[in-house]
């Protein structure tokens, strides 16, 4: 399967504001020497040589991430305004997609906010299949956009058809991928998802506060967490900030790690990143995680932070 990060940010979307902007061109002018403005290949080698977080923005939209199975089946998990620059990119594209399969961790804001943004749901040659685990997905999808919140409603002015389908405890199957669920402690209930296809498995657990129940040894956690190849986990915290923030429905990146070394996962993408902390802060939040992870185990736990526009395939 391949797959996409259209936006990591939580909460609310978070823009690079003017200071940082200018704060990063001073920074680059400052390390900038006259041998390296010399020719464009210089020029490169320098940008090349800059710290990330000042030459690659972390990107500010909330959560989407979009997975395409290896027959071309089109999932998409969470409509955050990470989905707008989806929508942008799929008109972009030469293959036509016609059908969506979009699957909802819970319906909070910065999860759904870009659905009314969504190209696709308007076209009426689309298919949009719409999953979650409640029974009250139908109208936790269609109530968000009405007046006076948005100007147009989704039964009169969205021209694709549309499915709702409540998951059932069953994997659910597509194309050659099955798709798990598990319940995970966020105020309101919020739902992790696992893709498995070809034997390669993507665990997406965003807006979770990590318990001791997470940790427990028993076939549930087993069969959805165990030896998973990537684990996408909600890391918005510094661990000082998860304690004062307990109850809140998020976790730290250093609970994550030791959650992610427990269950032996190979890789492990810091996301749901808190809209406070600058790209600096989460860039040496990065470090922390990768020391702590290296410092606790002898055993290689991959450690990225979900950048907007990360892809890989597995
Ligand atoms: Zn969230
Ligand atoms: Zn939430």
Not at 9 to 19: K, M, V
Not at 122 to 130: G, Q, W
Request: aromatic share 12%; with cysteine.
């Amino acid at each position: 399967m391949w797959v996409k990060l259209w936006g990591s940010r939580g909460s609310h979307p978070r823009p690079l504001t003017t200071d940082e902007f200018r704060g990063r061109i001073s920074s680059v002018l400052q390390r900038a020497r006259p041998p390296d403005l010399e020719s464009p290949e210089s020029r490169e080698r320098f940008m090349a040589e800059l710290p990330a977080w000042l030459f690659r923005p972390l990107g500010g939209n909330t959560a989407c991430i979009e997975v395409r199975l290896a027959d071309g089946t089109a999932l998409v998990f969470d409509a955050g305004s990470g989905i707008i620059e989806l929508s942008n990119d799929l008109k972009r594209r030469t293959a036509r997609t016609r059908r969506f399969h979009l699957f909802f961790t819970h319906f909070h804001y910065d999860h759904i906010q870009g659905l009314p943004f969504f190209a696709p749901a308007y076209d009426p040659r689309v298919r949009l299949e719409f999953y979650h685990p409640k029974e009250d997905l139908e109208d936790n999808v269609k109530q968000h956009m009405q007046p006076p919140y948005f100007p147009i409603t989704m039964d009169q002015h969205m021209g694709s058809s549309m499915r709702f389908h409540r998951l059932k405890p069953q994997p659910l199957k597509l194309g050659s991928a099955e798709i798990t669920w598990r319940k995970m402690q966020h105020p309101g209930d919020s739902f992790a998802y696992k893709i498995t296809e070809n034997g390669r498995s993507l665990v997406y657990a965003t807006d979770c506060e990590l318990s001791p129940q997470d940790f427990e040894r028993g076939p549930e956690n087993e069969n959805f967490f165990a030896d998973a190849d990537i684990l996408i986990l909600d890391a918005q915290y510094t661990l000082n900030e998860a304690i004062e923030k307990h109850d809140w429905g998020h976790s730290s990146f250093s609970l994550g790690v030791d959650f992610a070394l427990s269950w032996k996962i190979g890789m492990l993408y810091l996301f749901h990143h808190e809209p406070q902390y600058s790209d600096k802060q989460l860039y040496q939040n990065l470090t922390a995680a990768r020391y702590y992870a290296e410092t606790i185990s002898n055993d290689t736990l991959e450690v990225h932070l979900a950048e907007e526009g990360t892809e890989f395939t597995l």
